[in-house]
């Protein structure tokens, strides 16, 4: 009878033992191989390569002066700038019940960077590999807030071309990064390592596979630490057939339909086809692939194991190999320095940085100018237009009054028109550029803030609003004297006919700021 007991309990403790949860770690380990290339050279001694970038390289390919197998034309088209704007930001501090008690405005410039880039591949040995592709790069630039518009729009026109400069080195990189990656992707043989591939083991101490798991584990890590990307992997098979026999024989021990039955299962299928996978054996990794499918526990897994075995064999086919562990040389054999390039978007005083602008005539004659950015400054008084040799080598600038134009329109969009109106002081930048103010009205060429039917605002000398009413023959700053002491009544003046703008500019809604007068010129016309 105590027999029949013992032997109970230990049939009771073995099946518990077996039903014990089946929770699963990442252990990680390390490999080391060659990366294929997609589309490869297949003869070593044509494995070179000529490019007029520095930057640009192929792994396993020798650099050349010229004519090689794979020549590489970059070229940086540029960085473009967008149409910058100061955006009005809301702060309210509340109280306790919820009801403000301050409200504060912070400004911000915003504006978009955009770059792109040129690509040619001429491939001699397989024609169709030849082609040409565009690459490019976007970034929206927000400021650090300032207390007023006037804060934010000076930081950033006095910090424009460091600004664009930044954007303009980090686009040069990230295509070129780019450039690299499909250049070694496609033709390359790239040496790769990395320790964050993982198996599945065991991490419930209780179970009684957990010792041999872990004991398993241990041994593959310790044997694929020893793979070599240039050595083959022969020793290393025959380190690990004591483990591949190990989770091959866990299979047909944990049968059943059972979610526990199905996690160890799929702990040895994933392992096996991982094993198989990195021993450069894809075929076998695709049988462990699709029983993973089959366990029906994460078939997602499986299918993965089945498609990278699937490009691997792809590889190895193109590339006439069955395996990814052999010597990879690349060197340079132009046997010159590398001499600093030039950088497209660097600013100095010996470099032109140039934006192109139509100028429109008073006679409507249009001509398409380069400017300097710099020279955008005075653009209110004076146009300078960079004038070119013959074979177009910049040789200095025509200074052109700005008074003979009726409209000046760059091809980024910003917008400058002639306007006559009195100015509410001499600026240090007009007498600079040699014009004596004497008061009343004169022609000077304003960027269009904001144009309707009912109301046209525009900028003057990045400072200055101006705001001119269809139908007059000058307009008037709101910096005069006039405007700033009877702002209200201004506002009410030209909202005429509007109540409900009315009634905002005497609840005191607008501020004497190009925001707020761009938000009050677009509701007039808006009113009906």
């Known amino acids: 009878m105590y027999k029949k007991i013992t032997l109970a309990f230990a049939l009771i403790t073995y099946a518990f033992s077996f039903s014990q949860n089946a929770n699963l770690d990442r252990e990680y380990f390390e490999v080391a191989y060659v990366k294929l290339p997609s589309k490869p050279i297949l003869e070593d001694s044509k494995r070179t390569y000529a490019s007029n970038k520095r930057a640009i390289s192929i792994s396993g390919f020798s650099r050349v002066k010229s004519n090689g197998t794979i020549d590489v034309n970059y070229t940086f088209n540029g960085t473009n700038i967008g149409n910058v704007d100061i955006i009005k930001t809301k702060h309210e501090t509340k109280d306790k019940d919820g009801k403000v008690t301050s409200t504060s405005y912070t400004y911000a410039a915003h504006n978009t960077y955009s770059s792109s880039g040129s690509l040619s591949i001429n491939n001699s040995v397989v024609l169709e590999n030849s082609f040409e592709k565009t690459y490019s790069e976007k970034d929206d630039y927000v400021s650090s807030s300032f207390k007023s518009y006037k804060q934010a729009q000076d930081y950033y026109n006095n910090n424009r071309y460091n600004i664009k400069k930044t954007h303009s080195t980090k686009h040069q990189q990230n295509i070129l990064s780019s450039i690299n990656s499909s250049l070694n992707s496609t033709y390359g043989y790239v040496k790769s390592s990395t320790s964050n591939e993982n198996f599945w083991i065991l991490g419930t101490k209780k179970h009684p596979e957990y010792p041999k798991h872990m004991e398993a584990y241990e041994t593959m890590k310790a044997a694929f630490s020893k793979m070599k990307y240039n050595e083959s992997t022969a020793d290393l098979k025959a380190e690990l057939e004591p483990v591949i026999d190990y989770f091959n024989s866990l299979i047909p021990v944990y049968e059943g339909p059972k979610k526990k039955m199905k996690k160890m299962r799929y702990a040895s299928y994933y392992n096996l086809a991982k094993i198989y996978y990195y021993l450069d054996m894809p075929e076998e990794s695709k049988i462990f692939g699709q029983k993973l499918i089959d366990n029906d526990y994460d078939k997602s897994d499986g299918k993965n194991f089945i498609r990278i075995s699937d490009n691997l064999l792809s590889k190895f086919k193109a590339n006439e190999t069955d395996n990814r562990h052999f010597e990879v040389v690349t060197e340079d054999l132009t046997n010159i320095e590398d001499e600093p390039e030039a950088e497209e978007e660097s600013v100095s005083d010996n470099k032109l940085e140039l934006v192109k602008a139509y100028l429109i005539s008073k006679a409507g004659d249009t001509t398409l100018v380069d400017m300097e950015t710099k020279d955008i400054k005075q653009i209110a008084y004076e146009l300078r237009t960079v004038q070119y040799t013959t074979d177009g080598t910049p040789i200095g600038t025509e200074v052109k009054s700005a008074k003979g134009f009726n409209e000046v329109l760059f091809v980024d969009g910003t917008h400058y028109k002639n306007i006559a109106f009195k100015e509410s ?104």
């Not at 009634?503 to 700021?513: D, G, L, Q, S």
């Open 425 to 528: 002081s001499v600026k240090g930048d007009a007498v600079n550029a040699g014009q004596l103010l004497l008061g009343g009205s004169s022609e000077k060429l304003c960027k269009i803030l904001y144009e309707s039917e009912k109301l046209n605002l525009y900028l003057f000398n990045n400072e200055e609003t101006v705001i001119f009413t269809p139908g007059s023959k000058k307009g008037k700053s709101t910096l005069s004297t006039g405007f700033v002491f009877g702002f209200k009544k201004n506002l009410i003046k030209l909202a005429e006919g509007c109540a409900s703008l009315i009634e905002k500019a005497e609840n005191k809604e607008f501020k004497n700021t190009p925001e707020d007068l761009i938000k009050f010129a677009k509701e007039l016309a808006s009113c009906e």
